[in-house]
């Protein structure tokens, strides 16, 4: 599915994306990815919230990228699958909150990001 339009995605190498996750209180929906290449978990976020993102062991994924979605059901292995989904009612994670949870697991300290106007 394209990102972008409902949604933008955090791309996180697994082991640092359940770290963060188990630090974000309210998440929305997560799908893991368990490809033995790159293993992956993705929080979706607000469209256009993911603008000068950097923050390490993950990469923002917005217009002209694409992720591939497991169907609801699918809540385990063998491929892509649901950490949480979004059938459980809630969407998008706040921005601000997975940078949060990510700069804490990788020890990343925010920069400033002059195009954002504050600190990121």
Known sequence: ???G????A???VRSFGLQALDRIAEPGAVVVDPSAAAP???FFVRPGTTDGWN??????????NHVTLPPESRVMPPGPYWLTS???GRL???T????AALERVTGSRPSWNPRMEHFT
């Not at 923050?55 to 002209?64: G, P």
């Not at 601000?96 to 940078?99: D, F, N, P």
């Open 55 to 64: 923050v390490a062991q993950s990469t923002a994924l917005s217009v002209t």
């Open 92 to 94: 998008h994670t706040d």
């Open 5 to 8: 339009v409902d949604w933008d």
């Open 40 to 42: 992956a978990v993705y």
């Open 96 to 99: 601000a909150t997975v940078r």
């Open 86 to 88: 979004p059938a459980d």
């Open 1 to 3: 599915m394209a990102a």
């Open 10 to 12: 955090i791309k996180v």
